[in-house]
């Protein structure tokens, strides 16, 4: 398989994690959508040029994160299951999964694009997107009385799109002051699949620094 991706965006993480958690052997190739020329051979394989996309051992093109995570959870048997057998809490692992990258990951996004910016009705829409972005996690932090993950006791889906989540997250919130969220994010952090994540994040934030990689 070839994992088409770029290390600082939070979808690729979120299936990063989910690669690392199968113990799923694959091919990286990282591809700089900021760079025109690395865009427009991206886009020449791939027409709609969305990041990450899986390229399976048979040729198949599979985009979406969430979708390429349920593809290799039924590919793979080892690792963890992160699609659970239980269809509760499949059904609800869906149901967070998608929180995540629509209250979560997307309003995070639109945060950090306004903190770039400087106005007046800037301040307020920043106020607004942080005060969205408490809520969730207070959100968050109530649904993680109960389990020891997100949904379970196993981890899953879900928890692959939260951990990239909560990694720039804890640059504008004090996590701490969640007592459950806060657990499981100490937690989260002794993950293997988080710490190798994290690794790469790291060194392509270096390399973009540097200005050995542009920013994506």
């Known amino acids: 398989m070839e994992l088409f991706y770029h290390p600082l965006s939070r979808y690729s993480q979120k299936v990063l994690i989910a690669l690392y958690e199968k113990q799923a052997n694959f091919y990286p190739r990282v591809i700089e959508l900021s760079d025109p020329l690395s865009r427009q051979e991206f886009c020449h394989f791939y027409s709609p040029g969305k990041l990450p996309l899986l390229k399976s051992k048979s040729g198949q093109l599979i985009p979406e994160s969430s979708i390429i995570i349920e593809f290799i959870d039924s590919e793979f048997s080892t690792g963890t299951r992160l699609f659970p057998i239980d269809k509760r809490i499949a059904l609800d692992t869906r149901l967070q999964d998608r ?70 997250a804890q640059d504008y919130f004090k996590l701490f002051q969640y007592d459950n969220l806060n657990r499981y994010w100490h937690q989260a952090q002794l993950r293997g699949s988080y710490l190798q994540v994290k690794e790469e994040v790291e060194l392509a934030m270096v390399d973009v620094l540097s200005g050995r990689r542009p920013i994506p």
Do not use: R
């Open 99 to 168: 929180l995540i990258d629509n209250d979560f990951s997307n309003v995070l996004f639109e945060l950090e694009h306004q903190k770039l910016e400087d106005s007046d009705q800037n301040h307020i829409m920043i106020k607004q997107l942080e005060n969205d972005l408490s809520q969730f996690l207070a959100y968050l932090d109530k649904k993680l009385e109960k389990n020891h993950w997100l949904c379970s006791d196993g981890l899953t889906l879900a928890d692959c799109a939260l951990f990239p989540c909560l990694y720039c």
